[in-house]
């Protein structure tokens, strides 16, 4: 069981930055991989910025450029450095793991809201 808590969501003007935080219950060092997804009213779920325990990283071709997924293994905290905010960045943003093992399990925090006034 892994639990996530996100925090550093705010309100935010265009051009701004923001810097995510995910702190988890236990070690990060064995999960198969951490990140970001977000969410806005009437629509799915979408990828951010994924890190693999080989630390390669995956981004939304929307996000390259701007934001970085980056981790901490001794604080056990996942973070997300958003920078050149934009009004369509806002969301709910929600940390992700992914357990490793032969059976993979999904875990979620609870999201944080992210406002981009432009």
């Known amino acids: 069981q892994v639990q996530l808590v996100e925090s550093g969501g705010g309100l935010v003007q265009a051009g701004g930055s923001l810097r995510l935080s995910c702190a988890a219950s236990g070690s990060i060092v064995s999960l198969y991989a951490v990140g970001w997804y977000r969410q806005t009213p009437g629509k799915q779920r979408e990828l951010v910025a994924r890190m693999h325990s080989s630390g390669s990283t995956n981004y939304a071709d929307s996000v390259k450029g701007r934001f970085t997924i980056s981790r901490d293994n001794g604080q056990n905290t996942v973070y997300l450095q958003m920078n050149s905010l934009k009004s369509e960045d806002t969301a709910v943003y929600y940390c992700?793991?992914?357990?490793?093992?032969?059976?993979?399990?999904?875990?979620w925090g609870q999201g944080t809201q992210v406002t981009v006034s432009s």
């Open positions: 992700w793991a992914l357990t490793g093992g032969y059976i993979k399990y999904d875990y």
